[in-house]
């Protein structure tokens, strides 16, 4: 497929998304958009890349193009997707009030005068038409330099909200009353031209991409596709060479399963952009399945098939099809896991597939490991996340395995919390998994197995991975509060556990304590209220689920929880309770609270199952490799688990010195003088 | 004073403080701490600088001494305190549960399990009696390469509720059953360890020192200085070789003159220090005052005058102080702008001192700076914290400088502010410049004096700088509301600036909406309920002032709050007004709630008083250098608006391409293969 004056080698087009490396960490990120390369994406592209330091993301490390010294970083990136015949796409950008300019201190512009996106308590001055033509001068330079570098797509950005060229565009922000505000056609200018700009500059070379959000999702209060966004695509029809179309904000772009459960949800927005353009088009919206994707481009509404998520999940998705494999597919469970690694500007994680940011560092491979040193007998304990990580990789790897769990159905708390309102797509991380363990010769599964120490001295297998888990605390210890309740009165208290056992709930008003801070809590009180009860979510937060800022998904379970009628109270700590009520103190004051109840579920802390972990070890006989893996070592979340459960079977029989090169590897700032 | 094997010059003692630089700019902290060394601190020490991967503070860049490739970095900053015959000392530290190990992806580790110290919902294991050998072996081996990395002093760190040494300390968290925990003495065992392990390893090279949190300021909750506070020092009274002592959390070790306006508030909680130790002491406490450095000394409380803040508002303290130099102090105004770079992860900032963070970059001193190349008549309009900071410096560079402004006394919006309940110590921003000024050969100063257009272009003045500051909408614009207040019944309505200008409230319920999110708010909440005045705090963030959680204020103030009775709505965005009630919808559900009130006061964003800029640069006559700065430019803190004013003076006469170079260097990842 032609995009300009390159040529696509298929349809599988992985868009611009982040890694929390970015300028940071070149050689991390050059070796992770090699292996989406080697994975048959015909289309690699970058993260955003800052043309200008007046667009100044620190701290988080996006891309960055600022001048010639970020080439021979950015060169690593197109060597390394030119080795696989795939094209280099960067996504340039300037990323207006969005960017603080926290590190280069230029004063953030923005099209009229406007408060940052983030809350430091400083505004973007207005642009006066002298800095967009210095804008328009940034970018096109930029393109250069991107050309320079070798990129064989160059970007124009006006999506998520986050950009300049899309902050124009909008007449909530837009109210200037010059040639680039008032009408869309004035709106629009400032898009068109940096599109010209860019053809100009290095469209000979280079195909021209426009990422476009063609609806706001907040119906008339935003741009429609039916109203200004199809305008738009209308209005530059065949100026680009390519459209990469979604919608915004990055929250209804990047929607978890949680919120938005269909995969290809972005179909209805964009499916008018191919009746405007005769250019070719990608989009997105979690295209996992190939039977979509074959229908998408069939119909005529698309012609790439456009991927973040799913190419994070499993980056030989396309080779994978290719060859037939499809029930290889490690499918995206839309969980923004990746996400929430940009959000806190580390590299990238995810949750089906632990290789993800590693490729650098440890060398990993998500689709082959290293054959074992010796091939032993191994027995894994428990199938959850981590445990049937582990066992399949132990067998991947030639290890004889076994895999006892003392349940029916594998899955751990996968299955236990899929079986909650949202989170059904996570089942993926079992189903993934089991359904390879089932088929290889290596492995043997034992379910409804309880095994006790004695029980596995008896087996003699070389090595032993504990994945027993770990339970909910009942005490109200938490980080809040390291007393727990003062005289509890027990009958009232139930932990998630007990609510993942099914265990029924008296009538009358349930009260979710949540302490933790990350999902759980929230999607509790989701579910229990979407069930009929009546719920109180008390957290020590001040807002519901604190840590779902970074997965994207915080406002919408708050949201959800309003109008469903949970009662919230945040900045809470629990102090103590009767037999009908629970007393809360202040965080900030200390005052007390008292709520009625009929149930108060503690969602505090997690204790390791490790009981039989420690009996092992404490056996002098037993000679044999004893590790905990996933949350029977340090709870945390499924991916934690599942990256517990990988690292174990990678590192058997690897000597510490192997194992700690990983930790120790990274990127160092060169100690040149400038 | 000699610290064990090595001697300070003075006492003058720079204590561990971060930069938002640390592992990340290695030759930006150099040139950082150099410039203290310069400024003749005896003692200059690093940021807490992390022993191994699992103390991983990811994202944020402290220092690191993980292995033997950080020293080539590390040997940068010891090599540049030595050029001034300084003793350089490292901060060594385990972070456990406060470190998320977001990079390394170690599990994190902590005396029992618990959660991390951040919303990761991930838990830190319980260490094992092998995991606090290996531990100490992990710190006695950073403690080699520190030395090899040249350090004269070594620390063991068990301060700010951050380390596993105080984690071990305190009874609240330390649960333990066995050796390390339960008795004071078996809590303390770490801790001696520790020193004894440091001791043992470079004791022969290094002094070693302990950084020891004494009180938590908790009363009876937690560690107090009357009780086990003392007993810990007692008990290891002689073992270091120094004493740095503080209080904890870091809230209050680095506590606000908004909320603690006493220089040497620590003071009382640490005196006790040399009755149980013949070691040298250190303390802190923003020791600004040179009467009371020398009070502290004579009194026999401290062997050497800690700094932290008052180093970053001025490096060069103690030379001041050695000549005589008292007025030339540049005082801290206590306001932690340079905790919230850290906090942000980007370099250190500083109100007071503009070249702060920009010594390598910008080759910028504190105390000198480049005489102008023609000295030219200049004309500084406006003196608040910009104009003030241009008008200094234009004049410090040899230009003759006439500084006009519209009211009778200098300050702008600093004098204004500093009038509000807790903000009087930021009046030190406009009494250091405007002594400075008073006395400067080459600045004429003209107050009560209103320039028009006209009147500039009379003066003929080669340069003309604009810093007329901003004024606060009346709107309701902001970031949450870009549409305003809807059909506003305006005589209710009241911005920032008439409470600033004293206007005369109604009787009655004040509101005062926050949608900006910086102090401002909430210092006005406080103010006039101070003042007696019955106030609603509404805000469209989910806490009061947000932002401040950066400048460690924020639970301060909200407790602040509520104990003077304010009532405070969070999650709310204005909508619309009646002559008696103002109409808000919660952000999440857009749910209405009506609020009766005598008068709303809007802190939403600024509008930048900038009309006689554009009125002068329209003029087709004027060739001259006409520019604005601060507020007028871009409203933002009073810090940018300082930087603002710095920068501009700086950058007079200098050539686009000089201007560029220091938005554009910044510290590289080296390439080289690892």
Redesign the interface.
């Known amino acids: 497929v032609a995009i300009g004056p390159v040529t696509a080698r298929n349809r599988f087009y992985q868009v611009p998304h982040c890694t929390g490396m970015g ?5 991390a990120v050059a070796a992770l958009r090699e292996m989406k390369a080697a994975g048959g994406w015909a289309v690699v592209s970058t993260e955003e890349a800052e043309i200008h ?1 007046s667009s100044d993301l ?2 988080y490390p996006e891309q960055r193009i ?2 010639q ?2 080439l ?2 950015l060169r ?1 990136i197109t060597d390394a997707i030119h080795r696989h015949d795939a094209l280099a796409a960067i996504e340039l950008v300037h990323n207006g009030n969005n960017a603080p300019n ?7 512009i923005a099209p009229v ?3 940052l ?1 983030s ?7 207005q642009m006066s038409i002298e800095d967009i033509q210095q804008l328009r001068r940034w970018h096109r330079d930029a393109a250069v330099r991107a050309r320079d570098a070798g990129f064989d797509i160059v970007y124009v950005y006006a999506g998520h909200l986050m950009t300049l060229a899309q902050h124009f565009l909008l007449p ?2 837009n ?1 200037r009353q010059d040639c680039y505000g008032g009408s869309l056609e004035n709106r629009v200018r400032l898009l068109r031209e940096l599109i010209e700009d860019t053809k100009d500059a290095v469209g000979q070379h280079c195909g021209i991409a426009v990422r476009l959000a063609v609806d706001e999702l907040a119906g008339s209060e935003g741009m429609q596709a039916s109203e200004e966004g199809s305008a738009v695509v209308e209005m530059l029809a065949d100026l680009p060479d390519l459209w990469d179309v979604n919608v915004a904000d990055w929250s209804n772009d990047s929607a978890t399963t949680r919120f938005v459960p269909e995969d290809g949800y972005q179909i209805s927005y964009i499916e008018f952009v191919k009746s405007k353009t005769a250019k070719p088009v990608v989009a997105t919206g979690r295209l996992n399945s190939p039977d979509l994707m074959v229908s998408l481009v069939k119909r005529g509404i698309v012609d790439f098939i456009g991927a973040a998520r799913p190419s994070i999940s499993d980056p030989f998705l396309p080779n994978k099809i290719k060859s037939g494999d499809i029930s290889e597919i490690r499918e995206c469970i839309g969980c923004n896991i990746c996400v929430s ?1 940009d959000s ?4 990238i994680r995810c949750t089906q597939n632990p290789t993800m940011g590693e490729e650098w560092r440890r060398n990993w491979h998500p689709e082959t490991i290293d054959a074992a040193r010796t091939a032993v007998d191994t027995l894994v304990v428990g199938a959850g996340p981590a445990g049937l990580e582990c066992a399949l990789q132990l067998a991947q790897r030639g290890h004889r395995v076994q895999l006892a769990y003392e349940t029916a159905e594998a899955g751990g708390r996968v299955l236990a919390e899929s079986r909650l309102r949202g989170l059904g797509a996570w089942l993926r991380v079992r189903d993934y998994r089991m359904q390879k363990l089932q088929q290889h010769s290596k492995v043997q599964l034992f379910p409804d197995n309880t095994l006790s120490a004695n029980d596995i001295a008896e087996l003699d297998c070389k090595a032993v991975f504990i994945a027993t888990g770990a339970k909910w605390r009942r005490d109200g210890i ?2 809040s509060n ?2 727990g309740i003062q005289s509890p009165a027990s009958p009232l208290i139930y932990t998630p556990d007990d609510i993942l056992k099914d265990e029924n709930l008296p009538d009358g008003n349930i009260l979710v304590y949540d302490d ?5 809590g929230g999607v509790l009180a989701d579910h229990l209220s979407h069930q009929g009860h009546a719920v109180t979510l008390v957290t020590s ?3 519901v689920s ?2 779902t800022v970074y997965t994207l998904e915080q ?1 919408r379970i ?2 959800r929880l ?2 469903q009628g949970v009662a919230i109270y ?1 900045n809470l700590v629990i102090d103590s309770s009767t037999d009908s009520s629970v007393l809360f103190k ?4 200390g ?1 007390p609270t008292e709520l009625e109840c009929a149930a108060t579920i503690l969602v505090t ?4 199952n490790d009981e039989l972990f420690h009996e092992l070890r404490s056996r002098p006989a037993v000679n044999h490799h004893i590790e905990r893996i996933g949350d029977a ?5 499924i991916a ?1 688990a599942v ?2 459960g990988h ?1 174990a079977a990678r590192d058997y029989q690897a000597t510490q010195h192997e194992i700690e090169d990983a ?9 040149t ?2």
Chains 1, 2 share one sequence.
């Open positions: 300028h940071l960490r070149p050689q330091p620190s701290p600022w001048d010294r970020d021979p970083a690593l926290l590190y280069s201190r230029l004063p953030p005068s406007m408060s996106s809350d430091y308590p400083k505004q973007a001055r909530t922000i109210q690694s806190l500007g580390v590299p938490g980080r390291r007393k933790e801070h990350g999902y759980l937060a001040s807002i604190p840590w406002h708050q949201a309003i109008d945040p202040c965080v900030f004051s005052q802390e997690r204790v390791s070592l340090a709870p945390g979340l934690d990256f517990s690292l930790w120790y590897k990274r990127e160092l700032p060169a100690l003088p400038w």
